[in-house]
T-cell receptor, first 113, second 111 residues
Framework: QKEVEQDPGPLSVPEGAIVSLNCTYS??????FMWYRQYSRKGPELLMY????GNKEDGRFTAQVDKSSKYISLFIRDSQPSDSATYLC?????????????FGRGTSLIVHP | DGGITQSPKYLFRKEGQNVTLSCEQN?????MYWYRQDPGQGLRLIYY???????QKGDIAEGYSVSREKKESFPLTVTSAQKNPTAFYLC??????????FGSGTRLTVV
């Protein structure tokens, strides 16, 4: 079993839909959780960064962490075609350069007009 | 603007040839990383460096080499010992707290 599991998709939704992207993990030591967005042929960019459990909201994006279930989610409200990208989750037991995050494989999202 | 610059964007390597990928950052980050990305396989760590003149192997270091002579620079050499080098290579840096900043990547193709 991989430490971080993420469905590769693709996930195809109509414009305006609410999108739910998810990762499960097995290492209970993970406390820092990140979501990156990667457009085709570009480097990933950090979208959301959360610590421990709970929700964090930023505009149309909400990151949710459920440590009891070892499950994290990224919700996108009012999805737009410009949201079409690959979304990678990442997690780490501590923050810091010596703690290398474990990445999921990424979920490909397609938002069609 | 601060960021990470990777060059070249596209690189072609002949069999038996060594090639070097450039990564420069002006974010004043201490830690820098090299990842390889293949379709369906996610990001795989090649090498990382937390301070100048020091670096550690990642999960797939065989066939690669790095140097860290300056804080701003972390070049990656893909040697002829790397038998399957065709991939998308990503450089990243970190300030220890807020995750990685990635470059735009270099696509390496063997011809």
């Amino acid at each position: 079993q991989k430490e971080v599991e993420q469905d590769p998709g693709p996930l195809s939704v109509p414009e305006g839909a609410i999108v739910s992207l998810n990762c499960t993990y097995s290492n209970s030591a993970f406390q820092y959780f990140m979501w990156y967005r990667q457009y085709s042929r570009k480097g990933p960019e950090l979208l959301m960064y959360t610590y421990s459990s709970g929700n964090k909201e930023d505009g149309r994006f909400t990151a949710q962490v459920d440590k009891s279930s070892k499950y994290i989610s990224l919700f996108i409200r009012d999805s737009q075609p410009s949201d079409s990208a690959t979304y990678l989750c990442a997690m780490s037991p501590q923050a810091g350069g010596s703690y290398i995050p474990t990445f999921g494989r990424g979920t490909s999202l397609i938002v069609h007009p | 603007d601060g960021g990470i610059t990777q060059s070249p964007k596209y690189l072609f390597r002949k069999e038996g040839q060594n090639v070097t990928l450039s990564c420069e950052q002006n974010l004043n980050h201490d830690a820098m990383y090299w990842y390889r990305q293949d379709p369906g396989q996610g990001l795989r760590l090649i090498y990382y460096s937390q301070i100048v003149n020091d670096f550690q192997k990642g999960d797939i270091a065989e066939g690669y080499s790095v140097s860290r002579e300056k804080k701003e620079s972390f070049p990656l050499t893909v040697t002829s010992a790397q038998k399957n080098p065709t991939a998308f290579y990503l450089c990243a840096s970190s300030n220890d707290i807020y995750g990685y900043t990635f470059g735009s990547g270099t696509r390496l193709t063997v011809v």
